[in-house]
């Protein structure tokens, strides 16, 4: 599978256009809208086969983009360790203009997936070293 790294940037582009033009509420809204239907069959995966589904999922991205990372679970948590984000360093080493909110991203597409499915996401992340933890857990009712 060949992956398109410029795709990045010009995502980056767009959320900028996005935030700047309507504001961090639209943003929000539609990348939630992007999260439920592009990540439509993952959000089903996850639901039936939990966890897993998402471990399969980083890995396969991350190994395609050659991006830096472990995967790991404590507990019942499965923990993402970015170390070397493959967007933030490609555009980076190709002179993009990164939107100042990029990883944002991230944090919004996980929860919304995680929501979806009956889960719940964190991701702390350092836009400027190019590296984040993401961690996914099953909802606790009650």
């Known amino acids: 599978m060949s992956v398109h790294k410029d795709f990045h940037g010009a995502l980056s582009c767009c959320l900028e256009y996005i ?6 509420k639209e943003l929000d809204m539609c990348l939630r809208q ?3 239907n592009v990540y439509k069959p993952l959000i089903e995966s996850l639901k039936t086969r939990g966890l897993a589904a998402l471990e399969e999922h980083w890995r396969r991205i991350f190994t395609i983009e050659d991006g830096e990372f472990d995967l790991r679970y404590d507990g019942d948590v499965l923990v993402l360790n970015v170390k070397k ?3 933030i360093w490609h555009m980076r080493e190709r ?5 100042e909110k990029f990883c944002e991203h991230c944090r919004i ?4 997936i995680c929501k979806a499915a009956g889960y719940n996401s964190s991701v702390d992340y350092d ?7 993401q961690k996914f857990w099953r909802r606790r009712e009650g």
């Open 109 to 112: 597409v996980n929860d919304e």
């Open 19 to 24: 935030y700047k033009k309507y504001g961090e």
């Open 95 to 99: 002179g993009y203009r990164i939107f």
């Open 127 to 133: 836009q400027d070293a190019g590296s984040c933890t």
């Open 85 to 87: 984000c493959p967007a």
């Open 34 to 36: 992007i999260a439920r």
